[in-house]
């Protein structure tokens, strides 16, 4: 019995581990973020709403950071955007197997963060979660906070 139960514990501390790196790379994608915005929008007219600024983020942010636009934005014009890339590069090099995609939250989280202190430079509270389904795409869904 107490074996069974020393597993347990170990995955437990495990998933808070993992809850922990996840937590710390979206903070730090986050910061990248913010800075990032900073430098991109230095010489950027103001935007007009909401859907100007997610559209700047489709395309220019994404363009200068990952070398190609957001395949696909969608939203339901009560503040939620999905942000859809077919071939998300930080995933492409991952196996199209499934045994990788417990591991694709890791590369995502940095990117959530990435998005959010974008965002929030721009004046825009979100949370940003994201979703694979099948490698290398995946979708961002970014939810404004009103304020």
């Known amino acids: 019995m107490p074996r069974v139960f020393s597993r347990s514990v170990d995955k437990l501390v495990h998933l808070q581990e993992n809850g922990r790196c996840i937590t ?57 955007y999905v942000l859809q890339d077919n071939k998300f590069r930080l995933l492409t090099q991952m196996s199209a197997g499934k045994q990788y995609l417990e591991h694709a939250s890791k590369y995502l989280a940095f990117t959530c963060g990435l998005i959010r202190g974008g965002l929030s430079n721009l004046g825009i509270k979100s949370i940003v979660t994201a979703e694979v389904s099948s490698m290398p795409a995946c979708k961002f869904q970014v939810m404004i906070q009103k304020l």
């Open 24 to 80: 710390k790379l979206e903070n730090m994608g986050f910061r990248v973020g913010q800075g990032l915005i900073e430098r991109f929008t230095k010489d950027t007219a103001r935007f007009k709403d909401e859907l100007d600024i997610m559209k700047f983020i489709c395309k220019d942010f994404w363009t200068t950071v990952f070398k190609k636009q957001i395949d696909n934005l969608r939203t339901n014009h009560q503040g939620i």
